[in-house]
């Protein structure tokens, strides 16, 4: 009889699964996005763009993730006057697909064309990144930077004299969670 008494809850339970949190794996998601460059004699040093993102990103567990961004900026005091682009990455971290803190790293590709009243350049390579958030319910924030190539901005915009040494991006994102 007590073996029966403790064997009841054992059953019950199985009989009545635990549901698991559930993971929400989709964001889609809009925000502020900066880019500036560096050379070695600081004159770029006033060159930032500065726009907005749509950006969308896909966990396949709660450490991987893939991310892809597309960005409009806007530079008014500089011979390109805007820029348009996309980036995507893929991140390894904790919490990217359950409620509350998250953080990654990972590595990407870039592509982005400058736009001024006269002629066009465009720019691609690789980039490594990283970034931390906070995944509610319904809602996400994240905070990502990255570190560009270098070649490509170097060979248009670099001189003998000055090289181009830093591109860096501040992506600051507020997403749905699906």
Not at 19 to 28: D, G, R, T, V
Not at 30 to 42: F, I, N, T, V, W
């Amino acid at each position: 009889m007590l073996f029966r008494l403790l064997i009841l809850p054992v059953l019950l339970t199985a009989a009545f699964p635990v549901s698991a949190i559930e993971l929400k794996k989709f964001n889609l998601g809009a925000g502020y996005y900066s880019l500036q460059l560096y050379d070695e004699a600081d004159t770029y040093d006033s060159d930032r763009f500065n726009g907005i993102s749509l950006s969308a990103s896909y966990a396949f567990s709660d450490n991987i993730a893939l991310q892809a961004t597309y960005y409009e900026l806007r530079k008014g005091d500089f011979a390109y006057s805007d820029a348009d682009g996309r980036d995507v990455f893929l991140y390894a971290g904790n919490g990217l697909a359950t409620p509350g803190g998250k953080w990654y790293v990972g590595a990407g590709y870039f592509n982005e064309q400058w736009h001024a009243s006269s002629a066009s350049n465009t720019f691609n390579g690789f980039q490594l990144g990283g970034g931390f958030g906070y995944n509610g319910e319904i809602i996400a924030l994240d905070l990502r930077l990255s570190f560009r190539d270098t070649d490509d901005y170097d060979n248009t915009l670099g001189t003998q004299s000055t090289r181009i040494v830093t591109a860096g991006v501040l992506n600051l994102v507020l997403s749905a969670r699906f």
